[in-house]
């Protein structure tokens, strides 16, 4: 079992920042973080494999920086010119290879990111 934890939510006025932090209770394979807003399905914000390749949403890209300590087991998601449209439930995800091209997925509680004035 994995356990994550993530921290770093909260309100911020557009064109402001905030970093959130995702702490695994062991060491994980590829991890990324989604969002979820309210009356949508979760989407994709950004990845990050343990090759180091990143993957990140359109309407995120130039904005939002995905990375990792893995020495603490840490991903983190620094954003920056926040909208009013990342309002949101932002969550964790992480993987650990199970078996031959087969993984199994963690997610974190969630933390709400409010982008409003």
């Known amino acids: 079992q994995v356990q994550l934890v993530e921290s770093g939510g909260g309100l911020v006025q557009p064109g402001g920042s905030l970093r959130l932090s995702c702490t695994a209770s062991?060491?994980?394979?590829?991890m990324g973080w989604y969002r979820q807003a309210p009356g949508k399905e979760r989407e994709l914000v950004a990845s990050?494999?343990?090759?180091?390749?990143?993957n990140y949403a359109d309407s995120v890209k130039g904005r939002f920086t995905i990375s990792r300590d893995n020495t603490k087991n840490t991903l983190y998601l620094q954003m920056n010119s926040l909208k009013p449209e990342d309002t949101a439930v932002y969550y964790c995800?992480?993987?650990?290879?199970?078996?031959?091209?087969?993984?199994?997925?963690?997610w974190g509680q969630g933390t709400q990111v409010t982008v409003s004035s």
């Open positions: 995800n992480a993987r650990t290879l199970i078996g031959v091209g087969t993984y199994y997925n963690y």
């Open positions: 990050l494999t343990t090759g180091g390749s990143t």
């Open positions: 062991r060491g994980v394979n590829d």
